[in-house]
């Protein structure tokens, strides 16, 4: 079941509304102040309360609007996203007070987009789906999708051409009115790119983040025409008609099917106004509801870890998209991810090159490491690389280059290095695990099957390589912290699941829990170890929090620990260490 | 009455229903995905300026990169010159930059007129190129040349070469191994090239190559501050120093040689054998009259993996005078700098250009490069090179005592193995060099 997308009341932002705000609040509190009022002043009162409302009901048409024009475009490119995640931000870290106190005082930075419970609430930049009630395998597969795709059934319309390399692009129009943007697979590999679009797309809409429909679809020439007045930025750099002949030429560099056919993957335009990218720091402030600032937001560092579960290894901000959309007449700024032909073994170029999601694009720590080892330290991708026998498209040409070896949750690297992926904590990744287990392996397959691989052995490898490391990244999620959830209090026993033993990464045998019991001083009550998820909190009254470590015999990693908040007898918050 | 306790008792269970969770603290179910209950505590704007002060002079620089980078892509600038250099090549017009050093820029233009006249297709082997290269204080180089490649398709070649060059800016240091780095002279060198050339190149690597030469040498004086003037102390007429006054030579030589890189510039594999030997007359007033050998070996060898690469390269040179005639000082081996090409001072890093200058020399250079980075095309590679050399009057003055060594690190960025960027930093007895370069040494 699609949740619904959070409505978000924008302020008026221009002075005489904000005056106008004032107005209505102190109308507000003299209402409030004086009871009871004799009938003339009922009248009075019923009078005011009609200006002050048509004044409201009148200035909200204007507010749109004006929002429209104070939330300013904000743009980027792959050159401008390199230079300031790779050099700048890299080089000016620690000019950051804060984060140099934090780096020597090895304190974590906690997710500010969280609520008591240590979940992220429904807001414009997730929206929780999968996680919080399964989906079906046809809403799986569904996504966002709003229709089919395309209609070739009387041929679309070019209305625009991109061509970049040897890889074109074409905005089309079909016969319905609907615009999409059609991208190719690379010469030598049929289906890759395509593919990774429609897969990584549906998994990011279910896992909650707001997405542009993609799908396939497959055309031939005769199936399209241009409009006469598109044009084309080709390779000179220059805008120039795109002709028949242009097009022709364009087309020669993309893969057919043994039909003749052409695969392209469709994104249909989102409704709305196209505000560029959101940042992946500091936050719009002309945008009342953008209260939290963008490296403080679970949702947005968890990415590395959906990123790291999908391959998708170029999230950054040129990859993003705002759009104001009207939601019940109220302008919302909607928050997109986008372009995901680097997801999976694809890159925007064929298969995703050995070093990606091993390595930053510029990795000083890596570099220094060689530098000091003489070239004689391997990195990891350099033994994965040499394993595949240096063949990027060792499994399949429509896979490319994904397997599990050599990958570990706790390294993965995106192409550029966001504070915010670098601020993850274990809580982050601890709610961005949850969320990762919740799909099963039939959901997985659900979802691979609309990449529309030809091949039925190409659709089960990349199913089977997402399951596998869904796994990897459950059980190193899992044991690096305590994943305790679904608490309940009754009789004052604290019972809860553990979904470690649930997935069955760990079992009960294996399992410790420790329990510090500890009042509102913060001293220490009691302390216990409990073999099962039952706690007695014992009769007193004092009980202000359960602090519970989660011990497995035999594992190495540093678990971190669970606070459950008890008030007047009830649950009032749960906090994972950070 | 009866309908008012009615609404009571409903408003009671109503109340009653509602405050039922706290009262009996039995059921504990909650709203996992509740929303946000209050604004989150984070650093104000004023808070958040404060701890963020110190980067804001960096800022200022941020800022029109980041815009420059987004105007650039926005404008397909990089497409439009790409598209520009593109186009000049296919039309014979190779612009040309090369970073002699940091401040120091090379630029030139080749022009290939077989392309230009669209003749390449019918005419591939036709060769008719000039060249134009200017670098300020430095080198100022103009040239043209005429031939065929591979006639009839037999693999024999004839070329005819025109060269003008100038150096205003040249060193001198006086001759021999023990020469001073305090007595530094400059000159200006102006050098006028006529070449004929009639060779053998079976295939890509192999090549065997005769030719016949007119070379006029102007000597005058140069202009370097912190340098003696021409024609003064050393560097005047009566310390005998040959050539003094320039010469113009008659060149007969032959030229064999093996290349089996795979890239001239930043091979990872094969090697170069290079044997020259020419006969050098001096014309009319000039005293010159000699015979000059060279050799030059090298070759890459991968550690394991191209990403560890060792690279050793041997070069001798000897000039030998005949009939009671001289070597000039300009003709002689030169010792020094960086390398790259075959006119300049060979290559020993700690020294500065042209150091040491004498009849011989035999230079060592072993370089030990590994692959730090890669993506694509694009790697940066380290380097930990050695250079070890000497110049000499004869070979009984050849004396490992006498070797001169230069040691260092450097970091080589290229793209599809074609360095784009060389920082390197040498040191040796007279200092420490640093190098910022668009080449390799060899």
């Known amino acids: 079941m699609e949740m619904k997308e959070p409505i978000i009341m924008l302020k008026p932002a221009h002075p005489f509304k904000s005056s106008l705000r004032a107005k209505r609040s102190n109308l507000s509190a003299e209402i409030a102040a004086v009871a009871p009022l004799p009938r003339n002043d009922v009248r009075q009162r019923g009078l005011r309360m009609t200006i002050a409302i048509v004044m409201i009901a009148a200035t909200l048409p204007l507010s749109a609007p004006a929002f429209a024009q104070e939330i300013k475009t904000q743009e980027t490119s792959f050159f401008a996203d390199l230079f300031n995640q790779n050099v700048y931000y890299e080089g000016t870290n620690f000019l950051h007070l804060d984060r140099l106190y934090r780096f020597v005082a090895k304190k974590k930075l906690r997710s500010l987009d969280v609520n008591a419970y240590d979940e992220v609430p429904d807001s414009a930049f997730f929206v929780n789906r999968h996680a919080r009630k399964p ?10 999708a709003e229709n089919e795709g395309p209609d070739f059934s009387n041929g679309l319309t070019i209305t625009q051409g991109k061509f970049n390399g040897l890889h074109p692009g074409f905005f089309i129009k079909d016969s319905k009115g609907g615009a999409y943007f059609l991208k190719f697979d690379s010469e030598d590999s049929l289906e890759l790119q395509t593919s990774a679009d429609s897969i ?15 799908t396939i679809a497959t055309f031939t020439l005769k199936q399209v025409s241009i409009a006469p007045s598109a044009t084309v930025y080709d390779d000179t750099g220059f805008q120039k008609k795109l002709t028949q002949e242009r097009f022709e030429q364009y087309i020669t560099f993309v893969p057919q099917d ?7 993957s469709a994104r249909k335009t989102p409704a709305g106004e196209d505000k560029g990218v959101f940042r992946f720091q ?20 968890a990415l590395r870890v959906f990123g790291s579960w999908l391959g998708e290894d170029d999230l950054r901000e040129g990859n993003t998209q705002d759009l104001l959309v009207s939601d019940n007449g109220k302008p919302v700024l909607k928050h997109y991810l986008m372009d995901f032909q680097d997801a999976l073994g694809s890159s925007s170029n064929g298969a995703k090159p050995p070093m990606a999601t091993h390595e930053y694009f510029v990795d000083y720590g890596d570099t220094g490491k060689a530098i000091f080892s003489f070239g004689f330290w391997k990195k990891p991708w350099q033994k994965r690389w040499k394993d595949t026998g240096e063949n990027l498209m060792s499994v399949s ?11 570990d949750p706790a390294k993965y690297k995106t192409q550029l290095p966001h504070y915010a992926f670098k601020d993850l904590t274990r809580a982050d990744a601890l709610w961005a695990t949850k969320i990762i287990m919740s799909f099963s392996d039939e959901n997985i397959r659900a979802i691979v099957k609309t990449g529309k691989l030809s091949k039925p052995e190409d659709s089960e490898t990349v199913a089977k390589v997402l399951i596998e490391r869904r796994d990897l990244i459950g059980k190193y999620g899992f044991e690096t912290s305590s994943p305790l959830e679904d608490f309940s209090l009754q009789n004052q026993l604290l019972s809860f699941k553990d979904l470690a033993i649930d997935h069955k990464f760990w079992t009960t045998e294996q399992t410790t829990y420790h329990v510090d019991l500890v009042n509102a001083q913060g001293k220490n009550l009691s302390s216990a170890d409990v073999h099962s998820p039952t706690i007695d909190l014992g009769s007193s009254a004092e009980v202000f929090d359960a602090v519970i470590h989660t011990v497995r015999s035999g594992s190495k990693a540093q678990s971190a620990h669970v606070r459950v908040q008890i008030r007047s007898g009830r649950i009032a918050g749960i906090i994972h260490q950070d | 009455m009866k309908q008012k306790s009615f609404l009571s008792i409903i408003r009671f269970t109503a109340v009653l229903l509602l405050a039922s969770p706290p009262l009996f603290a039995q059921d504990s179910s909650y709203d996992k995905y509740a929303p946000l209950q209050s604004e989150p505590k984070q650093a104000t704007l004023f808070e958040r300026s404060l701890l963020h002060f110190p980067e804001y002079p960096f800022e200022i620089l941020r800022y029109p990169v ?19 250099y593109d186009t000049l090549g296919k039309k014979g017009l190779t612009p040309k930059l090369n970073l002699i050093s940091l401040a120091r820029l090379d630029i030139g233009a080749e022009v290939d007129f077989v392309r230009a006249l669209h003749q390449k297709e019918r005419f591939p082997d036709l060769v008719a190129d000039s060249w134009i290269h200017f670098a300020s204080h430095y080198n100022f180089n103009v040239g043209s040349r005429l031939g065929v490649e591979r006639i009839g398709g037999t693999g024999f070649r004839t070329q005819g070469y025109f060269q003008y060059e100038t150096h205003p800016q040249e060193h001198f240091y006086g001759i021999g191994p023990h020469s001073s780095r305090g007595d530094g002279y400059v000159y200006k060198r102006e050098e006028t090239n006529l070449q004929y050339l009639l060779g053998y190149k079976p295939d890509v690597a192999h090549s065997l190559d005769f030719k016949f030469g007119y070379r006029n040498v102007h000597i005058a004086d140069g202009r370097d501050g912190s340098m003696g003037r021409y024609n003064s102390g050393i560097f005047n007429g009566s310390a005998g120093i ?20 795979d890239q001239a510039g930043n091979s990872t594999t094969g090697g170069l054998q290079k044997f020259g030997f020419s006969y050098n007359q001096g014309l009319y007033s000039s005293n010159a009259e000699f015979f000059k050998y060279e050799m030059e070996l090298s070759h890459y060898f991968k ?3 191209p990403r560890r690469v060792l690279g050793i390269r041997a070069y001798g040179e000897h000039n030998s005078e005949t009939n009671g005639h001289s070597v000039p000082f300009h003709q002689m081996a030169r010792l020094g700098g960086y390398g790259m090409s075959d006119q300049m001072s060979e290559t020993l890093r700690a020294y500065r250009y042209n150091r040491f200058t004498d009849r011989s020399m035999v230079v060592f250079n072993v370089e030990y490069r590994y692959n730090l980075w890669e993506y694509r095309d694009w790697k940066t590679d380290a380097v930990v090179f050695l250079d070890s050399g000497q110049v000499f009057k004869n070979f009984d003055k050849l004396k490992s005592k006498n070797l001169r060594e230069s040691y260092g690190v450097g970091i080589r960025t290229s793209l599809a193995n074609v360095v784009l960027l060389s920082l390197e930093m040498a040191h040796g007895d007279e200092g420490t060099n640093y190098y910022v370069k668009t080449s390799t040494p060899f």
């Not at chain 2, 320039?246 to 290349?259: F, H, Q």
């Open chain 1, 135 to 144: 989906l079906s395998a046809e809403e799986l597969a569904k996504g966002p």
């Open chain 1, 200 to 214: 990584a797309s549906r998994f990011f809409h279910a896992i909650g983040y707001s997405v542009p429909q993609y």
């Open chain 1, 258 to 264: 043994e039909e003749g056919r052409y695969r392209a």
């Open chain 1, 282 to 301: 500091g936050r719009r402030s002309a945008d009342p509801q953008d209260k939290i600032n963008h490296d403080c937001l679970r949702a947005l560092r």
């Open chain 1, 397 to 407: 040409p429509a896979v490319g280059y994904f397997d599990n070896r050599y990958f």
């Open chain 2, 66 to 84: 980041d815009k420059s980078l987004v105007y650039m892509e926005k404008h397909h600038v990089m497409e439009k010159i790409q598209w520009v």
């Open chain 2, 242 to 261: 040959p050539g003094l006054h320039g010469d113009e030579l008659l060149v007969y030589k032959t030229e064999a040689k093996r290349d089996t890189r």
């Open chain 2, 303 to 305: 550690l394991g993996t």
